[in-house]
């Protein structure tokens, strides 16, 4: 599965270009990981990537569709193949964890422990995702717990659910950012 998802990325860095509407890069993706045997996860893309936003929209299918939206010369874009299982069911569902949380906006929270660290999620991360263990020594670990639950409760921050392949399969996934040119892109990383 892995090296089908390396193929289907690779097969897209070989054939983007500007103007490239986006269900074209889909049927690329599909295309390849069906020609191996697989299937790619119909529920989950690529993306725009903006200056200090990682999943900036547009989304970048992994599927063929009609998008009227065309990726265009300058613009940077993570494609991100999914690949599961013939049998599989080919979609993830939310499990209740998460591991990657973002802020959202500045609240009016009770505990001075909460009201830290919120600031220093606002202030280190604001639009990029982190981690909870990130933030463990800003407030003292007695009272990390409950101050990291309010932030959760009050829609501070939110939290990223883990994905799950609805029919349990295993999802093989690689990534790529690339920079679109006129007749091609750049491989950023």
């Known amino acids: 599965m892995a090296q089908t998802a390396e193929l289907a990325l690779k097969t897209v860095i070989d054939n983007i270009h500007g103007d490239m509407p986006l269900g074209n890069i889909g ?3 599909e295309t390849t990981i069906k020609y191996r045997g697989f299937k790619p ?6 993306n725009s990537v903006g200056r200090y936003i ?3 929209p547009p989304s970048i299918p992994s599927v063929s569709g009609d998008s009227p939206h065309k990726v265009r010369a300058g613009e940077v874009i993570a494609v991100e193949p999914f690949v599961t299982l ?9 499990m209740p964890q998460a591991t990657i949380y ?3 906006k500045a609240k009016s929270v009770k505990t001075d422990a909460a009201k830290k660290l919120l600031k220093h999620i606002e202030t280190n991360f604001h639009t990029l995702p982190f981690a909870e263990r990130w933030t463990i020594s800003v407030v003292p670990t007695p009272h ?5 639950k309010v932030l959760l409760s009050s ?4 939290g990223y659910p883990v994905f799950v392949e609805a029919s349990k399969k295993p999802v093989a996934q690689v990534e790529h950012t690339l920079l679109i040119k006129e007749d091609g892109c ?3 990383t």
Request: glycine residues 2%; hydrophobic residues 55%; charged residues 20%.
């Open 186 to 188: 750049e491989v950023l």
């Open 54 to 56: 990682i999943h900036a």
């Open 86 to 94: 013939p049998d599989a069911i080919a979609r993830v569902d939310d």
């Open 102 to 104: 973002s802020f959202l």
């Open 144 to 148: 990390h717990k409950a101050a990291f």
């Open 27 to 29: 049927s690329l993706v």
């Open 155 to 158: 829609k501070a921050i939110m």
């Open 41 to 46: 996860i119909s529920n989950l893309n690529g």
